[in-house]
């Protein structure tokens, strides 16, 4: 077979790295990838969001099969696009997208069918509103309906920083489009566990729970960031709590979007807050999460191109999914400065540590002049496989020792939730 594989960070290296240990694949292409993508896989400078460059490419090449990493493409409806030329991809449709394309829209399907979340209201405009954020007062959470790239999401103590974070998101326009309308949540107090989940619109399985940190410094301290590591499977979420969110929210959630018309097909993503009156949905992504792929797929026993052939043909119900029994840990080394400004182009050493227990998931990386060199935020993640939570913690810190490049840093207390658990 020949995959292609949509997308260019960590979540795509470690996709890539699973893909290619299937026997029943020959060739994979990454568009656009990164250098660790580079170095098991054909990259094409094709960006994600380029869905026409991407089906030409896919036609051109008679791809066999595609596997769409970032939301971007799914929200604008490559699946269609590519299924309607006869080809085959991995992804739920435009449709069943716009459950993490449109936070007002996946809020009232919530409601619509009485899947656990934050109370909510939606609007759009100013006005409206305002009203809302008075009537209710601070703690609140305002959210940018649409996509924007995890930046659109205010937490408010105050009902003035709530007012303001309104203006920000429907009257400024800070996060463009994806303010036309903005959502107002109830602030929910709780741990986060990230639920992923294969489905082919009738069957549910899910994949070992994860925990993001997605905050830039420890101790969930400074400013939201795509997510600065994960560790998987977390003890947060024990086989009482599977049951309940397989028949409070994964299954309404999957039900629901059929009884739309959306049947749902690829990864589900649940991020889920841990709250006293219990699992309650914070958001749903329709993709794999970044950095929780790299621990999850790090465990897993099953070829995923097999799993992802089976979910194409909706037959899901007929395979079995095995999972090491270890701990895997992901550590993000990120440039100096990230989530704000920081500098691209400088040279990464100590990067050939990898062994059979610790993988180096690339993330913003390129090469030039023979050398690796940083071209992103999220540069690496440093991942290990262990028997247990303090020996996978160990490994990837110990990986992580060895790696350097200039203004580089990286949280420190990566998994240790867990412990604390345990
Ligand atoms: P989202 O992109 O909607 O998952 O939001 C990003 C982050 O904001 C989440 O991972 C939570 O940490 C936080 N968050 C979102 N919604 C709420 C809420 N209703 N209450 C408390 N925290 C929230
Ligand atoms: N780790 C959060 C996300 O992928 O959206």
Redesign the pocket.
């Known amino acids: 077979m020949k995959v292609l594989v949509v997308g260019g960070g960590g979540r795509e290296h470690a996709l890539v790295w699973k893909i290619a240990q299937s026997p029943k694949v020959e060739k994979i292409f990454c568009a656009p990838g990164n250098a660790g993508i580079a170095q098991i896989a054909t990259c094409v400078d094709i960006k994600a969001a380029d869905v026409a460059g991407l089906l030409r490419f896919a036609q051109k090449e008679k791809m066999d099969l595609t596997v769409v990493g970032p939301e971007m493409p799914l929200v604008a409806g490559i699946v269609d696009q590519f299924t309607a030329a006869g080809l085959r991809i991995f992804g739920p449709t435009k449709n069943a997208a716009q459950l993490e394309g449109s936070?007002a829209l996946s809020k009232h399907f919530m409601a619509k069918y009485n899947i656990p979340t934050?109370k909510y209201a939606a609007f759009p405009n100013a006005h409206e509103a305002t009203d809302y954020v008075r009537a209710k007062g601070g703690p609140l959470?305002v959210?940018a309906s649409g996509l924007a790239a995890?930046k659109g999401?205010l937490?408010c103590q105050h009902t003035a920083d709530a007012l303001a974070a309104v203006n920000k998101v429907i009257v400024d326009k800070e996060f463009g489009e994806a303010g036309n309308q903005v959502v107002i949540?109830?602030?929910?107090?709780g741990q986060?566990v990230s639920v992923l989940a294969f489905t082919d619109g009738k069957t549910i399985i899910p994949m070992l729970a994860s925990q993001?940190h997605?905050r830039a410094f420890d101790d969930d301290c400074g400013p939201?960031t795509g997510g600065m590591g994960a560790y998987a499977p977390t003890p947060l979420y024990t086989p009482e709590l599977n049951e309940i969110v397989m028949r409070d929210i994964l299954e309404p959630t999957v039900k629901g979007m059929a009884a739309q018309g959306w049947q749902y097909q690829g990864v589900i993503y649940a991020?889920l807050?841990l709250t006293a009156d219990g699992p309650k949905v914070?958001?749903y992504n329709v993709r794999f999460g970044d950095p929780e792929t790299q621990p999850v797929l790090s465990l897993l026993d099953t070829d995923l191109v097999a799993i992802m052939e089976a979910v194409i043909d909706e037959r899901l119900d007929q395979v079995d999914i095995a999972w090491k029994q270890a701990v895997s840990v992901c550590v993000v080394m990120a440039a100096g400065g990230y989530p704000g400004k920081y500098t691209k182009g400088d040279l990464i050493t100590g990067l050939d540590i990898g062994t059979k227990d610790v993988i180096v998931f690339h993330a913003g990386t390129a090469a030039k002049d023979g050398q690796i060199v940083t071209n992103g935020g999220r540069v690496l993640g440093v991942t290990s496989v262990g028997n247990d939570i303090p020996e996978a913690i160990a490994k990837a810190y110990n990986g992580v020792g060895k790696i350097k490049f200039k203004g580089g840093y990286c949280r420190k207390d990566i998994g240790s939730k867990a412990i604390l658990k345990q």
């Open positions: 936070k934050a959470v959210k995890g999401v937490i949540e109830e602030f929910l107090v986060e993001d997605k939201n991020g807050m914070l958001e």
